[in-house]
């Protein structure tokens, strides 16, 4: 398998620095081609593309695409052979590929068709202000200015504590491109609320580094958007992130509404698609275990896995033990992993078992086991993009795979956990 970052989702790979190096991307399904041009971003060279179902996509170009753009995106047939791009087994159904880089960005033509008039794009918003509201997918935070009579429609049954503007907010637009070249919102619907711990994708360029405070600050959507201060990992080389340079990866946000305190979950360069791709420079949480390369496909501009097995772990027979540290801190997060791990066992092992797929259960142990290593270890920063990796597998399981019930009754454990260690970093 392949690490890559999927920012927007989560994934792992070491912290490693020094000159960045493009090792070939992945070649994914593409099961939509034609869609719109909502924003280029002039510093990373990316075009972002809605696509007919809301999907958005962020493609790095060597062209400029203006704001408005009809157009369809020109994969490769799948299979084909094309320099640096690996295929993995054809899923049923899908003849075309594209190709994604390690951060979750795409690489492809694009073939301008005309102009569209309106627009639907999935994003998450950063911050709302009376005139505009700045938006975020997988590779590019951007603004986007509201039209006059622009209406937003909390979805049904979302609970908000500070107002519907607040940060991490996943909303569906509705935009449309005026006579003069303007995109402008006409309606946003909320389709998740912010919580604690989600995970919020962010991209921008670099105004302030703190190597010893571990902050980097960074001005996310360009003119008119917002300065972001982000707290950075131990297990991420600051070095390799300078002032000037673009940035693509997500957060966590420490408060509803809160754009200070973030923890950075995945990082990466994103001037070019090379440094995109980057091995080297590509830093984040864990991949969702089962997903490679040709086992994926583009889904709302994050790499959603297909259904797969994974290998199959037999339950424990004796529930896992705790070695004290003297740290009563670490102590009592090691006591709430254990007891989780416990309550995943027991939902594989009950009658009727209320987790029903082998394969997840045996990725989620995988994941817990992990988590508890990394508290044990004195490496809570890990422990939380472990636990992202784990909720994020989980949270995407059908009722056939895993009792509704008890997923939400699960995350809300392992959200608590995560809160918690976010709080003693």
Request: proline share 8%; net charge positive; charged share 15%.
């Amino acid at each position: 398998m392949r690490a890559r970052a999927v920012l927007g989702c989560a994934v792992t790979m070491a912290a490693v620095a020094a000159t960045p190096q493009a090792l070939g991307a992945d070649g994914v399904p593409l099961r939509e081609r034609d869609g719109a041009v909502v924003s280029w971003q002039p510093r990373s060279k990316t075009a972002v593309v809605a696509l007919p179902g809301g999907n958005v996509l962020v493609i790095h170009s060597l062209r400029k695409y203006t704001p408005g753009a009809a157009v369809r995106v020109e994969g490769v047939k799948w299979g084909s052979a094309v320099d640096g791009v690996k295929w993995g087994l054809q899923p049923a159904g899908v003849k075309w590929g594209i190709a994604v880089a390690r951060n979750g960005t795409f690489k492809a033509p694009l073939r301008i068709r005309g102009r569209a008039t309106t627009m639907a794009l999935r994003v998450t918003v950063i911050r709302r202000s009376k005139t505009s509201v700045v938006v975020s997918a997988p590779g590019a935070t951007f603004v986007l200015p509201f039209a006059k009579r622009a209406v937003w429609l909390p979805g049904p049954k979302l609970v908000h504590a500070k107002g519907l503007e607040q940060f991490g907010t996943q909303v569906m637009l509705t935009v449309r491109t005026r006579s003069n070249g303007r995109v402008e919102v006409v309606k946003v619907r909320e389709v998740d609320t912010a919580s604690v711990g989600n995970v919020v994708p962010v991209a921008g360029r670099v105004l302030a580094r703190d190597i010893a405070g571990r902050t980097l600050r960074i001005q996310a959507g360009g003119t008119g958007g917002v300065t972001v201060l982000m707290t950075v990992p131990a297990n991420i080389e600051l070095k390799n992130y300078p002032v000037g340079a673009e940035v693509s990866g997500t957060v966590v946000p420490g408060d509803l509404g809160d754009v200070v305190n973030l923890l950075v979950t995945g990082i990466s360069r994103n001037e070019t698609w090379a440094l995109a791709d980057s091995l080297r420079l590509t830093v984040g949480a864990p991949v969702p275990p089962g997903e490679r390369a040709g086992q994926s496909s583009v889904d709302n501009g994050t790499i959603q896995p297909d259904p797969e097995v994974p290998p199959v772990v037999t339950p424990p027979t004796t529930p896992p033990t705790i070695v004290p540290t003297g740290d009563p801190v670490v102590d009592a997060q090691l006591a709430q992993i254990v007891a989780i791990q416990n309550s995943w066992t027991a939902a594989r092992t009950s009658e009727p078992p209320t987790i029903m797929s082998a394969g997840l259960y045996s990725s989620g142990l995988q994941l817990l086991q992990d988590v508890q290593r990394q508290i044990a270890e004195g490496r809570p920063a890990i422990a939380v993009l472990e636990l992202v990796g784990f909720e994020l597998v989980v949270g995407k399981q059908p009722a056939s795979a895993i009792v509704a019930g008890y997923k939400a009754q699960i995350i809300g454990l392992t959200t608590t956990l995560r809160i918690d260690l976010l709080s003693h970093l």
